[in-house]
C-alpha cells in the first residue's frame, strides 16, 4: 500500500471561495455532483485497487522475470516518478486546469501496468512502474484542485472522507483477489486487467470536470507562468534518488560514482523545496514535515518485503502471504476515524507518539516469523497494530500542518509534505534494497525456484525490517517536537 496515495485526505486542495454563510445545502451525490462524485471516487477506488494488488503479485513477478535483486526497484521507480509528476501537475492545473493532468496521468498510468504487465524481463516492468508512478502523481495532485473548485467548503469533508473511505475494501480484498488471480491465471493479469476498469471512471467524471472545474481558477487573471526552477528541482530529487538506488543495488566500488552524483542532485533540491530546519527537527513545522517522511518511508519499505518474505521463508500461496496484510487496510481507517474525534484533539501529539511507538514496535516484529515456531499469524496481528498507528500518523500531520500554515501557505506547505512523503519511500527503499542485496537476497528467487521455500537467506530480510524499526523508532522522537517554539499549536 503506497503512501502516496490518497489513504486519508492530506493532499491540501486549491483553496476556493468560501461558502456563504449558511449555505449548506446540498450533498456530494447531488445532481450537480454526483457524476463528478462517482467518477472521482472510482479512480480512488481503481488506485487503491492497485496499490493493495500489486504487492501481493511483486514476488511472483519478480522470481519469474528472474529479477529479485532489483525488487525494491520496482516499488520506489514508482515514487521517484510521481515526485516529479506531482510537481508538475500542480502547474498544470494552475495553468490549465486540472482537466488535462487527469487525463494524461490515467492514460499514464494504464499504460504503464500494460508495459508491467506484457514485461519480458525486470527492466521492462521496472519501467512500467515508473511510467505508472508518473501518471500517478498527476493524477492525485489533479483529484485534488478538482475538488478545490468543483465542491462548495462544505462539501469539501464529505468528498474527502470517501477517498479515504475507497481505500478501505480495497484493502481487504485486493490481497485476497490478487492472490487468486496470480495462482490462477498469472501475475500478469494482476496489471493487465485494471486498465480495462479505467475507461468507466474516465467517461463519467471526464465531463464533469470539463464543466466545472475546467481552465484556470480564474480566467480574467494574467496566465501564471511556469516555476521552472520548482520543476528543476523536482527533475533534481527524481533523478538523485534513481542514482542513489542504482548504487545502492550494485554495491561495487564504481557505485560510488552515481552516489555521488545522486547525492549532488538529491541534496540542493531538497533544500530548496522542504523548510529549513527540516532535517534537524526543528520544533513546528519542519518536524511535522520531518516526521511525515519518517512514518511513510519506514512502514513502506518494511510493508514491501512482507509478501516476499512470507512466500519465500514460511512457503505461503501469494494469496496467504497478500491477506496477511489485509486487516491493515481496518486498522488504518480506524485509526483515521479516532484521530478525527473531538476528545482527542488536546492529546493529538501523544497520539502521534504512541502511533510511531506502535509502528516501531509492528515492523520489529514482522522478522520473528522467520523463526519456524512463530506462528505466521503473529505477523498480521502486529502489522494490524502498525496500521492502526499509521492510520494516527498520517491524518494528524496533515491536521496539525494545517494549523501551522498560514492561509496563503498551505499549498506550499502541503507541496512540501508530500515530497517528504515520497522521498523518503525512494531513499528507505533503496537503502532496504541495498541491505537485502548485500546480504544474499538475490539468492531467495533462485531459492524459490528450487523448490525450497523455508531457511533461505533470512538475515537478508532481517537487514531491512530492523533498521527501519530503528528509523520508526527515531519518528516516535520527531513526534514530540511537533508544537511551534513557545509551546503553542500555532
Known sequence: MSALEPRDADVAPTPGPPAAPGDTKGSVLDPAHRALSIGMVSVVLLIAFEATAVGTAMPVAARELDGIPLYAFAFSAYFTTSLFGMVLAGQWSDRRGPLASLTVGISAFAAGLLLSGTAGAMWQFVLGRAVQGLGGGLVIVALYVVVGRAYSEHLRPAIMAAFAASWVIPSVVGPLASGTVTEHLGWRWVFIGIPVLVVFPLALALPAIRR?????????APAVPWDRRGILLALSISAGAALLQYAGQELRVLSLLPAAAGLA?????VRGLLPRGTYRAARGLPSVILLRGVAAGSFIAAESFVPLMLVSQRGLSPTLAGFSLAAGGLTWA???WIQSR???????ERLVVLGMVLVALAIATAPSVLIASVPVWTLAVAWGFGCLGMGVVIASTSVILMKLSAPEEVGANSAALQISDGLSN?????AGGAAFAA???GAVGHAMDAGATTGSHPAAFAAVFLPMAGVAAVGAWVATRLRAAGGGAA
Open 342 to 348: 473531538p476528545w482527542t484533539e488536546p492529546y493529538r
Open 334 to 336: 480506524l485509526g483515521s
Open 265 to 269: 542532485l538529491l541534496v540542493p533540491a
Open 426 to 430: 525512494v531513499l528507505l527503499l533503496a
Open 439 to 441: 546480504l544474499g537476497g
Open 212 to 220: 466545472t472545474a475546467s481552465g484556470p481558477a480564474d480566467p480574467s
